[in-house]
């Protein structure tokens, strides 16, 4: 399995304040994503990034930014929590779209 | 709106029992994978089809990509209670786009 790691892996916050989520991994791979799972929903992407710097919005990116500045790490943020945002998140990488590997998730809570 | 819709949602059935899992959509897809998830976990990557009609085999589990790149089925032979899981398709929808659209998710639960 690739080394994917995701911190922290529970979080609790009120509504209003900034959550930062990370993604760390250790397999070098170019491309890194960002999705919420919600029941009904499957999987949907907020962010993604193509390399160190380079990233894109997916489907549901409103209220999210992320930053990637350096090839192991991906950071998702929240600016201003709502309760909406209470979801799973998953982050995956890759060397490409054809095989993605999937962190253990952090179950987020926005009161 | 749901690009990609797997039916059933739910199913539930006994140890031995055959089972068949789809996921259809209007769009045509570059490739198309599926992924399984237990609780607590992140999805693990099944299989990717990427030609029209391509059938691919992974012990008791047989996936097939439709003719016309817009549906996909997988399918449990004999299924055992170690099936018990989320099983998730995905596609690309632009071939080079380097990124995926989910269907909703069938919860699997095979009973002993």
């Known amino acids: 399995d690739a080394g994917i790691t995701q911190s922290p892996r529970h979080k609790v916050t009120e509504t209003g304040t900034p959550v930062t989520l990370r993604c760390h991994q250790t397999e070098n791979h170019r491309y890194m994503y960002w999705y919420r799972q919600d029941p009904g929903h499957g999987l949907r992407l907020i962010h993604y990034s193509y390399g160190v710097k380079d990233t894109d919005k997916g489907e549901v990116s409103d209220g999210y930014s992320v930053s990637r500045s350096k090839t192991e790490d991906f950071l998702l943020t929240l600016e201003s929590a709502t309760s909406s945002q209470t979801s799973v998140y998953f982050c995956?990488?890759?060397?490409?779209?054809?095989?993605?590997?999937f962190g253990p998730g952090t179950r987020l809570t926005v009161l | 709106t749901q690009l990609l819709k797997q039916s059933p949602q739910f199913l539930s059935i006994q140890e031995g029992e055959n089972l068949t899992v789809y996921c259809n959509s209007s769009s045509v897809f570059s490739s198309l994978q599926w992924y399984r998830q237990e609780p607590g976990e992140g999805p693990v990557l099944l299989v990717t089809v990427v030609t029209g009609g391509e059938v691919k085999k992974l012990k008791r589990l047989t996936f097939q990509f439709g003719d016309a790149r817009k549906d996909s089925s997988l399918h449990i032979t004999a299924a055992q209670p170690g099936d018990t899981g989320l099983y998730l398709c995905?596609?690309?929808?632009?071939?080079?786009?380097?990124?995926?659209?989910f269907g909703q998710g069938t919860r699997l639960t095979i009973n002993p």
């Open positions: 995905a596609g690309e929808l632009i071939q080079g786009a380097q990124k995926l659209v």
């Open positions: 995956a990488t890759g060397r490409g779209v054809d095989e993605q590997f």
